[in-house]
């Protein structure tokens, strides 16, 4: 059985669930860190909402100040980002590990086929990479080796 939706217990693997850690959430940071632009960056940082800052990011690509390696570092920058979420906060750690080996599939209905796995009639036959799944059983990997310390 896989787990493919971040609600409910599981929102905790949301880009968009709050975090003490990486503040004031993942998404907010991965996407501050798109573009070089400390003006960029300071604007998406303050959004009040991480679909704000998501949008603020996209208009940072529009404006030609998206970071030219972006799609060559955007997977690193996200495991970077995630691995701290889970790894200092044991609320969020234990849930992790308690998915065992179950598959971990960014189910959506807003057609990323990068992070997840877009589930609307669009996209039925467009299969998704899950980018953030394949991040966050990485980082469960990782964390195993980790579970018998107290952080």
Known sequence: MAIDTFRGEY???SNFSPSTIIRPTVEHVYQANRTFDPQWQKQI???GKASEAKQLAKLCKEAGKER???HKVNIS???CLVLPKFMFDSGYRNILLGT???DIIEGNWWHDNFWGDC?????VNIPGQNNLGKVLMSIRVFLKGFSTYTF
Not at 119 to 123: A, F
């Open 77 to 79: 920058v996200m495991f």
């Open 68 to 70: 030219p390696d972006w």
């Open 119 to 123: 589930r609307c009639q669009r996209c």
């Open 45 to 47: 940082m303050a959004a």
């Open 11 to 13: 929102f905790c693997f």
């Open 100 to 102: 065992d080996d179950q």
